[in-house]
């Protein structure tokens, strides 16, 4: 699995940005689409599941908080941007989500970063903040069945932000560590 420090793969892939008619719900979305901006790519294994939808709406609750931060939140899961529309129009948390959901359907994206479960064929759910450079600054992988925590993404996020030491549970505002 690629970690910190680790460039994040390059990609092009389909996303489904909307509920609107076919030819305005789905764009392509590469590296470059939000160059200069930090990256929030959080995998998921399925659509139409039970905790997906959950951390979905979580950090599309968050999502101007991330905005605010110059923070590009993208969804990804290996379903297709088909899947990820009905879905979205199926579950009321998914109408107006404000950030895309990319098909990783060849499996690439996925497998470059190793995070493709083997058994299953579907991506692991995991969490990587991408700096305006492209490094992997975070990664957050948890098991299938336990969601993860959007805020404690945004928190992070924010300390990566300060080029700062930041203590245990720091938050934004407080004080930083200095070396001695």
């Not at 199926?90 to 190793?114: E, I, V």
Request: aromatic share 10%.
């Amino acid at each position: 699995m690629l970690t910190i420090g680790d460039k994040f793969p390059q990609f092009n892939l389909k996303a489904t940005v909307s509920t609107e008619s076919v030819e305005k719900a789905f764009a392509p979305i590469a590296n470059d689409t939000y160059k200069g901006k930090w990256l929030c790519v959080f995998f998921y294994p399925k659509d139409f599941t039970f905790v997906c939808p959950t951390e979905i709406k979580g950090f599309g609750d968050l999502n101007t908080q991330f905005a605010d931060r110059d923070c590009q939140v993208l969804a990804a899961s290996t379903d297709s941007e088909f899947v990820h529309l009905a879905w979205r129009k199926d579950h009321k948390d998914l109408h107006k989500l404000p950030f895309p959901m990319l098909a990783d359907t060849a499996k690439r994206l996925s497998s470059a970063l190793g995070i493709l479960d083997a058994e299953e064929g579907v991506a692991k759910r995991a969490t990587f903040l991408v700096d305006p450079e492209g490094v992997i600054r975070f990664v957050y992988v948890t098991d299938g069945s336990v969601g993860r925590n959007p805020a404690e993404v945004l928190r992070v996020l924010d300390a990566l932000q300060t080029d700062e030491l930041c203590p245990c549970n720091w938050n934004q505002g407080e004080q930083t560590l200095k070396a001695a």
